[in-house]
């Protein structure tokens, strides 16, 4: 069962200028594709000083912004909303590029 229903928890997602990929703010403040590895806030203000680091931070990504985020106990993360959700799968990107290359 899910620690967080409601959304408390947060990471910081954005998107990478080079290439559109979804990355997200780690904890040692670097850009990563992999959401396992997100630093994750665990209260509003937490949330707020990450969104922050993030900006100071925003080189090479675009617009970033908190993304509420749900916990397991096994530790794993996942997002809340379906939009998120997607997001995070790469899934439309994969779609998109794969139907570029076919067309190529």
Do not use: C
């Not at 928890?9 to 290439?19: E, Y």
């Not at 997200?24 to 590895?37: K, M, V």
């Not at 990504?61 to 749900?70: Q, R």
């Amino acid at each position: 069962m899910a620690k967080n229903l409601t959304g408390d928890l947060a990471v910081v997602s954005a998107n990478r200028l080079v290439d559109g990929v979804v990355v997200f703010l780690d904890a040692a403040g670097q850009w990563t594709d992999r959401l396992a590895r997100a630093a994750v806030a665990r209260d509003a203000e937490a949330g707020e000083r990450l969104l922050g680091q993030a900006r100071d931070n925003g080189f090479g990504v675009i617009d970033p912004f908190l993304v509420a985020v749900t916990e397991e106990a096994d530790g794993t993360i996942e997002p809340v909303s379906l939009r998120e959700k997607i997001r995070a799968s790469g899934l439309t990107f994969d779609a998109i590029a794969a139907e570029a290359v076919r067309y190529a």
